[in-house]
């Protein structure tokens, strides 16, 4: 899949993600999030596995609008997880332990998840 990595990467997200998410597909500085949970990815890494084959990781916030810590809890455990279990026969996209935290957003601070992703590409023939 020598294609745009971050691309299939949010295509695969968007095809699995609850209605009412929104993907911010670049890392950027958003005003606020308004969706019910908001994925910000971040590239973090590229690896060379030394056989044409690469692995790219990205840090996937899954970020609400809620900052009373009780609703924002109630928004993100639940759909959070039936969300990555929608990815674990995935062939080409693994995940990793969903660390609680919180996502600046200007001078503001969202209650969030961070979320290891990798994504394996190979190149074209």
């Known amino acids: ?18 209605k009412g998410w929104r993907i911010s597909g670049l890392q950027r500085t958003l005003d606020r999030p308004t969706a019910a949970i908001t994925l910000v990815i971040r590239q973090k890494t590229i690896r060379s596995m030394n056989t044409g084959v690469v692995q790219v990781d990205f840090t996937v916030a899954a970020v609400t609008p809620n900052q009373d810590t009780a609703k924002a809890e109630l928004a993100l455990d639940d759909a959070l997880i039936d969300f990555l279990m929608a990815f674990d026969d995935h062939p080409g996209i693994t995940y990793g332990e969903a660390t609680k935290t919180v996502t600046p957003i200007g001078a503001t601070e969202f209650p969030s998840y961070d979320i290891p992703f990798t994504v394996t590409s190979r190149k074209k023939a």
């Open 1 to 18: 899949m020598a294609v745009n990595v971050r691309n299939y990467l949010v295509r695969e997200l968007r095809a699995r993600m609850p």
